[in-house]
């Protein structure tokens, strides 16, 4: 099948839309913010009526600036965003508890001690930035009635009336039997959730439904969670390679073939995607702030926008002495300790906002360090090079401070949207059952590529300031 895709990446500040022609490129593009609340005590929540509204707004500019009908439709979501939902009206019963929510730890708490065993199972720790905690949470506290599910669920039954979840997404929950990709007896017994209606968990490449939410009768035919979907465009299709995403938090995933790996490095093992039933996986580690620490520098007046990472940044030769570790919602791979607090030290009547930006920047950069280490480390082979996408890519300080302080290539992709690329793919290959995956993903090559430009001795000097500031943290 030839035509058009239309592919909706549903994230955590916002909604973007392609039309996407395997032969012409992207043919038109949407945008429609999305406003999460940040509240006290590490809530963080949104509204999923503006979820749904900012996939119809993003969709209906993609498809206007393309002017042409598309073939099928590609959706890709936050992953651990959970609501509690009425399955007969699809109507909302709770807000939508983010990714980024810590409220679930008392959930948490209470299963300590069976930590290691769900780690085996479902290839996860035990942390509320998960989906089956806040699940846990919400059936607690808020309501008993409805489904509680992960967004994707609930997006894809208005738009569709299927009631779905990708076997990648689903991977995301702590409710999934990693190895048997399907939902674990255990792993629900513990949470509480033995109950529940779940989603009929499917590939990420298949026909779900079809929806007239855009106009004409559109077949939804790709699901997957966001860094999944770019790690898919990055064409990372095996072992050996590893790619970084930088968006709100920033996301490192490396592919691991058909086995799960459930290495002892602190990193997370998980359902990369399952395509006609073959199962890849991948190891993924998080950087839980990343944009929304440069946003935290600009509501402080520090920068005015992220465009000011460069200019400002530049005008300083180094950080000035100063250390920062923007764990300002946790820290997650591989310390999982959600429950800190940033520490910004170091500093003196002479910091300027130069040093705080060029702070900002090594520490989201050296927490990259620590699970691109983590990775390999679990692989048993080094990684060649770093391959990265995402909006804080287009931040020249930041791409050469990565580079710097892990040593390697960092791969800057021409992609400007890899998510949903990658979930064009995926709705390419659920429409076209006879194309494969290499013939369906667009064409890769670095727009740029950041060369270390200091010795290693240096980064291991710069690294070591960084990893004491943890050390401080964490004994804290």
Known sequence: MTGPVLAVDQGTSGTKALVVC?????????FADVTPRHLPGGLVEVDP???????LDAGHRAL?????????????????????????????????????????????????????????????PLDPYFAAPKMAWIRRHLTREGVVTTSD??????????????????????????DRVQWSPRALDAYGLSDERLPQVVDNAQPVGTTSAFGPEIPLTGLAVDQQAALLAQRITGPGAAKCTYGTGAFLLAHTGRTPRRGTSGLVSCVAWRLAED?????????YTAASAVRWLTDLGVISSAADLDPVGGAVPDSGGVTFVPALAGLAAPWWRGDLRGSLTGLGLDTGPGH???????????????????????????????????????????????????????????????????????????????????????????????EPRIP?????????????????????
């Open 22 to 30: 395997p032969e012409r490129g992207v043919l038109g593009a949407g």
């Open 153 to 178: 669920a609930w997006l894809v039954h208005r738009l569709t009336g299927a009631f779905v979840t990708d076997a990648a997404t689903a991977g995301r929950t702590q409710l999934l039997d990693l």
């Open 356 to 450: 705080l930006v060029r702070a900002l920047c090594e520490g989201v950069a050296a927490q990259v360090v620590e699970l691109a280490e983590a990775a390999a480390a679990d692989l048993g082979t080094p990684l060649d090079a770093l391959r990265v996408d995402g909006g804080l890519t287009r931040s020249a300080l930041l791409m050469q401070t990565q580079a710097d302080l892990l040593q390697l290539p960092v791969e800057v992709s021409a992609l400007r949207d890899a998510t949903a690329l990658g979930a064009a793919t995926l709705a390419r290959l659920g429409a076209d059952p006879a194309l494969g995956v290499e013939d369906a993903l667009p064409d890769w090559k670095p727009a740029t590529v950041y």
């Open 64 to 124: 206007a600036e393309a002017g042409e009908d598309v073939v099928a439709m590609g959706l890709a979501n936050q992953g651990e965003t959970v609501l509690a939902w009425d399955p007969a009206t699809g109507r909302p019963m709770t807000e939508a508890l983010v990714w980024q929510d810590r409220r679930a730890e008392t959930v948490c708490a209470g299963l300590a001690e069976h930590a290691e065993e769900l780690r085996q199972l479902t290839g996860l």
């Open 279 to 287: 199962t890849g996986y991948c190891l993924d580690g998080q950087v």
């Open 49 to 55: 009526a503006e979820l749904y509204a900012s996939v």
């Open 456 to 476: 290693a001795d240096r980064a291991a000097e710069r690294l070591a300031g960084f990893r004491s500031a943890v050390a401080a943290l964490l004994d804290s």
